[in-house]
């Protein structure tokens, strides 16, 4: 259980740092950044990949049932690890509190119900993502992380750590919104990654 929080801590400061890479490239633009910084996101995930880390939506559509519970434990290892990350951004002389909280807030405008069905298409491109990686065919991660963010498509972990870089007075007087938007979200995600198993049939995959 240890090896598999301290690989789900890893694996959320990977994505924290894209995440970082992120919003830093899109201080000067509207909400998501220019698309280098979309591109330069990558990064987390080949490091996912490239060191057999455990991230949530990476492992979400190759569980069992049994294993539920474990996944939830990878996800409270990636939020850690995007907390480090978010944490280092406050040292930052980029104002990159501002630039999270523009996500936030679109986030939070859009609704629980609306970013949990958005959300399965970005647990669906992780997935086919992964599939690819673990077959050393990158080409599809390169377009696919890109795809999610310029669609608008939220990923529990990269918005795990938007979330914690926003100023903790904003974060403390939406808490209940935030925590519903989040559980959405993550459901959403879940819903995507599995997918595949859900329309096709297992000869297929």
Do not use: W
Not at 8 to 28: P, W
């Amino acid at each position: 259980m240890i090896k598999l929080l301290r690989s789900s801590i890893f694996a959320g400061i990977a994505i924290g740092t894209a995440g970082f890479g992120f919003l830093a490239s899109g201080i000067q633009s509207e909400v998501y950044g220019s698309l280098v910084g979309a591109v330069l996101f990558s990064f987390g995930l080949l490091t996912v990949l490239g060191y057999k880390l455990k991230l949530y939506t990476g492992t979400a559509g190759y569980i069992n049932r049994n294993e539920v519970g474990q996944l939830f434990l990878i996800l409270l290892g990636n939020i850690i690890g995007c907390l480090c990350v978010a944490l280092l951004t406050r040292m930052s002389p980029m104002d990159i509190q501002a630039s999270a909280q523009k996500i936030m807030e679109l986030r939070l405008g859009t609704g629980p119900l609306r970013c949990g069905l958005l959300a399965i298409g970005c647990g669906f491109i992780m997935t086919t993502c992964v599939q690819f990686g673990r077959q050393g065919q990158y080409l599809p991660l390169l377009l696919g992380v890109p795809l999610f963010i310029v669609c608008g498509f939220p990923h529990c972990v990269a918005d795990a750590f938007y979330f914690l870089c926003v100023p903790v007075a904003f974060v403390k007087s939406h808490i209940l919104q935030v925590l519903t938007l989040y559980i959405c979200i993550v459901l959403g995600n879940l819903v995507g990654c599995n997918l595949y198993r859900i329309v096709l049939e297992k000869d297929q995959y």
